[in-house]
């Protein structure tokens, strides 16, 4: 089965330009996560849909973050204008339904941005 | 405020020496209590979920535990194969759900 796919893996650019980071959740799983890693925070939540409706985006730091979820197969993540304090690594997660009891959640490999 | 934290942040083991990591939360109510291992360069991957205190999972070489308010991963005679971060998470049904994780515990195994 295929897992969540994340693209780019990597994504080096220069301060102000925009970033888009793209996600492929698994098949049939209702809830996609967007998380944050750096050495100093660990895993941060910045936003979560549920059925393609954003629930909470109380993480996304500021107003430069958006994310759009158009249908069940796929999400974006937008950075713009991107700084240098956005690098980090990026990773999308989804899950079944919470329904009958709580579902882990699997995890994309992420893609590791650098801003100039 | 609901928080987890991971201790030691580091452990180097000899290969076959066992050991316990640490997750001590707090949190208000307790839905889950996730284990999950991250590779370098890879996302984390799901180990166990635990449920309620005095409950136990294994796998291979792993097993988890879980008390109220802390939850430890004992590696039994680990293998180089094991050298991975080790992150903790919880979820609470008053924080709607969300899954609030540790910083992780980084696990180096010398062959």
């Known amino acids: 089965d295929a897992g969540v796919i994340q693209s780019p893996r990597h994504e080096v650019t220069e301060m102000g330009q925009e970033v888009t980071l793209r996600c492929k959740p698994i098949?049939?799983?209702?809830?996609l996560f967007w998380y944050r890693q750096t050495m100093m925070r660990g895993l941060e939540l910045l936003i979560y849909?549920?059925?393609?409706?954003?629930?909470?985006d109380s993480g996304m730091p500021e107003d430069r973050f958006s994310a759009k979820m158009p249908n069940a197969s796929f999400s974006t993540l937008k950075i713009q204008p991107s700084e240098p304090r956005d690098s980090a690594v990026y990773f999308c997660?989804?899950?079944?339904?919470?329904?009958?009891?709580?579902?882990?959640?699997?995890f994309g490999d992420g893609t590791r941005l650098s801003i100039l | 405020e609901d928080q987890v934290t991971q201790s030691p942040e580091a452990l180097r083991l000899q290969e076959g020496e066992s050991s316990s990591l640490n997750c001590s939360y707090t949190?208000?109510?307790?839905?889950?209590l996730f284990w999950y291992r991250q590779d370098p360069g890879k996302g984390p991957e799901f180990l166990f979920t635990?449920?309620?205190a005095g409950e136990e999972k294994e796998k291979e070489r792993l097993k988890a535990t879980l008390t109220k308010k802390e939850s430890f991963l004992h590696i039994t005679a680990p293998k180089p194969e094991d050298s991975a971060t080790y992150l903790c998470?919880?979820?609470?049904?008053?924080?709607?759900?969300?899954?609030?994780f540790g910083k992780g515990t980084r696990l180096h195994i010398l062959p």
């Open positions: 849909f549920n059925n393609n409706v954003p629930i909470d």
């Open positions: 949190v208000s109510g307790l839905r889950g």
């Open positions: 635990l449920y309620s």
């Open positions: 998470a919880v979820q609470s049904p008053y924080r709607d759900d969300k899954i609030i």
């Open positions: 098949s049939g799983h209702d809830y």
């Open positions: 997660a989804s899950s079944p339904s919470l329904a009958g009891g709580t579902k882990p959640q699997h």
